[in-house]
């Protein structure tokens, strides 16, 4: 499997892990640190943009899940399953926002970055601790350093933060990105 795949898929992973965690049919409706969004729309949001890129690149999507945030996340992934499945369509060279990629390497260097951070706004949300090991805060300062001044295009994410003093490297990458950890 092509690697940048690979690290997409364990990224998925982990995201499916929180969305598992996240047990009381309330924590769904609890605010997430995304201003107006609740847990359930940073599911949703995961989902719509990913489903968008894999439309945009061509892929037929067939109809956006519906259920529940967990029922809806599991159904998307399947769909993300078939299309990692596919090495000819994963690894196609298109020109991508930041030049020319592959759909695999788009998956793990933007959809990973919003899959590791997502994830973090999904546990603060439903009170779960998400921490992230050392290879996904690299990731996440290596997304965050390559992104420049179009992190903090409208949509994406909110002016940087002073993290506190002596923060933790998580809580620093967080208030990079407008998040207060």
Not at 55 to 83: C, K, N, S, Y
Not at 124 to 145: F, I, K, P, S
Not at 153 to 181: F, K
């Amino acid at each position: 499997m092509n690697p940048a795949l690979e690290q997409h898929l364990a990224d998925t992973d982990r995201f499916t892990e929180t969305v598992t965690a996240v047990d009381r049919a309330d924590a769904w409706s609890s605010p997430s640190p995304c201003v107006g969004w609740d847990a359930a729309a940073v599911v949703d949001h995961v989902v719509d943009t990913q489903r968008d890129f894999l439309a945009q690149r061509g892929i037929d999507t067939g109809p956006r899940p519906t259920g529940g945030p967990a029922a809806v996340w599991d159904e998307h992934q399947a769909l993300v399953r078939r299309v990692a499945a596919d090495d000819d369509l994963v690894g196609a060279t298109y020109d991508g926002y930041f030049g020319p990629t592959t759909l695999a390497e788009t998956l793990r260097d933007f959809y990973g970055f919003d899959l590791l951070v997502h994830r973090w706004d999904l546990g603060r949300a439903a009170g779960l601790d998400v921490t992230w090991d050392d290879r996904e805060a690299d990731a996440v300062e290596q997304a965050l350093d390559g992104f420049g001044d179009s992190l903090y295009m409208d949509g994406i994410c909110r002016p940087a933060l002073a993290p506190p003093a002596g923060a933790s490297r998580q809580t620093r990458l967080l208030a990079r990105t407008g998040r207060q950890a």
